[in-house]
């Protein structure tokens, strides 16, 4: 009787085990197909974006590496600023910009969002290029390239600015630079500044003296020079050339 006691005993607690692996089995399986239907939801479309204004800088030669800024406004808060495309003829003379942006589900806030995007072009022959958008979403302006007048990959030898802004209070406005040089004998010696249609390009010029006291390390600069008055009010960009083919691109209003 003891031994059949023992086998009925053993034979409830597998039974047992059993109904538990069941469960954590089945709750396992519910787990993995909540999260993976989770994860679908979280995963955005990539749907095609557009530009509602083009800001395309002046002054570019064939050393340079080229840049444009795109602006628009969404729909919803739902989306949000993806990957581009860019496609240069040479033969045309154009420069086929797509953008792209992500499409999140979920609640989504109707309220328009602006957003801007810097479009990096590269090395561009020299011409004047009608910058397009998309296959049939007009032209967003032009783009001249001359000639480089030497082999360096810039003019001059730029500030590596960081960051930049635009001050402007009492009719006054001032554009504040900063960064840090990598050496103590490099200082600021210009900052000049052309006011084009839609943008305000900056080149921040430093220059290197010889000294034998000269040291490696981090030196933090901030540069202020004031605008004319002269602006006429808009929206602009801020196109601040920068050292090592960088450029700080920051949108502006002028009042």
């Known amino acids: 009787k003891a031994q059949t006691t023992l086998k009925s005993i053993s034979g409830f607690q597998k039974l047992r085990m059993g109904g538990i692996m069941k469960k954590l089995l089945i709750t396992s399986l519910v787990l993995l197909t909540a999260n993976a239907w989770a994860l679908d939801l979280s995963t955005p479309t990539k749907v095609d974006s557009t530009f509602h204004t083009g800001y395309i800088p002046d002054g570019y030669d064939t050393n340079d590496h080229v840049q444009v800024v795109g602006e628009g406004i969404f729909s919803n808060s739902c989306y949000r600023p993806a990957t581009y495309s860019v496609k240069v003829d040479q033969e045309d003379k154009t420069i086929q910009v797509k953008p792209k942006a992500y499409l999140y589900d979920g609640m989504c806030l109707q309220v328009l969002v602006p957003y801007s995007q810097t479009i990096n072009v590269g090395l561009l022959k020299v011409g004047s290029y009608d910058v397009v958008q998309g296959d049939e979403h007009g032209n967003l302006g032009e783009m001249r390239v ?56 900056v080149q921040p010029i430093t220059e290197l003296e010889e000294r034998d006291d000269c040291r490696s390390g981090s030196y933090p600069f901030e540069e202020r020079v004031s605008l004319d008055r002269s602006v006429e009010s808009g929206r602009y960009l801020l196109h601040i050339r920068s050292l090592n083919g960088k450029a700080v691109n920051n949108l502006v209003d002028i009042k």
Do not use: E, W
């Open 146 to 201: 001359r000639a480089a007048t030497n082999s360096d990959p810039d003019d001059f030898m730029y500030a590596p600015v960081d960051q930049a802004y635009l001050d402007s209070s009492d009719g006054d406005h001032t554009l504040a630079l900063s960064g840090s040089f990598s050496n103590s004998c490099v200082s600021m010696v210009d900052v000049r500044i052309d006011v084009q249609p839609k943008v305000i390009v």
